[in-house]
C-alpha cells in the first residue's frame, strides 16, 4: 500500500507556471508507476495528463499539454513532480497523483491502484 499526497496547486493567471508535487510513503516508491490525472469543472472523468516509469527514463504526456508540462520523479524524496508551464484556463482543474503497481503504467486509468486526494489549480485572468 502506498499514500500520496498532493500539494501545489493554487489561482494563476494565463501564462504562468506552477509545479505540483506528490509525495508517497508507505511501500518503496521506486516500485511504482506514477502519473498525473486531473478532473475539470462540470466534466465526468479524470483525464490522463501524463506518466513516468519506475526508473524516470521513460515518460509520455497527452497532447493537450506536451511542451508545457514536464513531469519528473525524484526516487530518493520519494515524489512525484509536474512542472506546468504556459498555463491555460483550460488547464482548470483538480489534479490528482496517482501511482500503480508495475514499471510501466500509461494512459488507461486502470493501470493505477493508488490515488491521492487532488489538489485544485485555477487558470483564469
Known amino acids: 500500500q502506498v499514500q500520496l499526497a498532493e500539494s501545489g496547486g493554487g489561482s494563476v493567471q494565463p501564462g504562468s507556471s506552477l509545479k505540483l508535487s506528490c509525495s508517497a510513503s508507505?511501500?518503496?516508491?521506486?516500485?511504482?508507476?506514477m502519473g498525473w490525472f486531473r478532473q475539470a469543472p462540470a466534466k465526468e472523468g479524470r483525464e490522463f495528463v501524463a506518466?513516468?516509469?519506475?526508473?524516470?527514463?521513460?515518460?509520455e504526456y497527452a497532447d493537450a499539454v506536451k511542451g508545457r508540462f514536464i513531469i519528473s520523479r525524484d526516487n530518493a524524496e520519494n515524489t512525484v513532480y509536474l512542472q506546468m508551464n504556459s498555463l491555460k484556463p483550460e488547464d482548470t482543474a483538480v489534479y490528482y497523483c496517482?501511482?500503480?503497481?508495475?514499471?510501466?503504467?500509461?494512459?488507461?486509468?486502470?493501470?493505477?491502484?493508488?490515488w491521492g486526494q487532488g489538489t485544485q489549480v485555477t487558470v483564469s485572468s
Open positions: 496517482a501511482g500503480g503497481n508495475s514499471t510501466f503504467v500509461g494512459r488507461p486509468i486502470v493501470d493505477y491502484d493508488y
Open positions: 506518466c513516468i516509469t519506475c526508473s524516470g527514463a521513460h515518460t
Open positions: 508507505g511501500r518503496t516508491f521506486a516500485d511504482y508507476g
